[in-house]
């Protein structure tokens, strides 16, 4: 959308470097290292967060990462293979997907602009009621913990991927390309309470580094994903876009089975 505004393509980067600084800004001035330099905070809340800084101050030193024990782990190695395939199809979808519009499709800037943030918007949304929905049958006991972690990894990696093959057999319907492209990918939000939060279950105490070791492993995918589909689509033929988005799918699903069992 900015794109389509007088100044082209430097207009989109003085607006979010402008966001970006104005941001930085509030951020330094709201922003105190403890709670009593903080004025605009009541006396009862800097006791609180007070008396919680001095308890975890006195706490003992906390034990070293069981390194040995987390790569041993079959649950952990779940978490990664998943990962691996929930960030192949979210680099596919950040880093290519455009191209595929644009190439295939014939949208142009603006367009595409629009599509992508329809997807992110679906995406934000059903990660939100997914979310509270979870939360519900939990709470009602309808459904155990593992399993709508499953649950929800398997539709977040079926759904993107069976939305890139529809949208890629569409013929040249692009309203039911972009239907099924924004549903697909929008699926993904079922990562967020299911995969993204499963390395909480496994172990509180590490959950920071078992959650890192599955993220920084998975984002490996962000530099096979953009090579890949490079040396596969030359010419940007669809047939081409076909057999990337075959890849994807038998990623995406691949590493959801290793998950689920």
């Known amino acids: 959308m900015l794109h389509s505004f007088p100044g082209n393509w430097p207009i989109v980067f003085y607006v979010w470097s402008s966001i970006g600084a104005v941001w930085t800004v509030i951020f330094g001035l709201t922003t105190f290292a403890f709670p009593t330099d903080y004025d605009d905070m009541s006396p009862k809340e800097k006791e609180i967060l007070s008396t919680y800084l001095q308890e975890t101050s006195k706490r003992e030193r906390a034990p070293n990462t069981p390194w040995k024990e987390i790569l041993r782990s079959m649950p952990v190695w779940a978490i990664i293979v998943a990962m691996i395939g929930h960030d192949w199809g979210l680099f596919a979808l950040v880093a290519d997907v455009p191209k595929f519009m644009k190439s295939v499709m014939h ?71 972009l239907i099924l492209l924004v549903l697909g990918m929008g699926t993904m939000g079922f990562f967020y309470p299911s995969l993204k939060v499963n390395p909480i279950d496994l172990s509180v105490n590490y959950a920071a580094t078992l959650g890192a070791l599955g993220h920084g492993i998975g984002a490996l995918s962000g530099i096979i994903v953009p090579y890949l589909i490079g040396y596969l689509t030359p010419n940007s033929y669809r047939d081409e876009w076909r057999l990337v988005f075959w890849i994807s799918f038998g990623v995406m699903s691949l590493t959801n089975i290793f998950y689920m069992y």
């Open 107 to 177: 949208v142009n800037v603006k367009q595409n602009g629009f599509i992508n943030a329809g997807v992110f918007a679906c995406m934000w949304t059903i990660a939100i009621l997914s979310g509270i929905l979870v939360d519900f049958l939990q709470r009602k006991n309808v459904m155990k913990t593992v399993h709508s972690r499953k649950i929800g990894t398997t539709i977040a990696s079926v759904g993107p991927s069976i939305g890139l093959l529809g949208s890629v057999y569409s013929g040249c319907n692009i309203t039911w390309a």
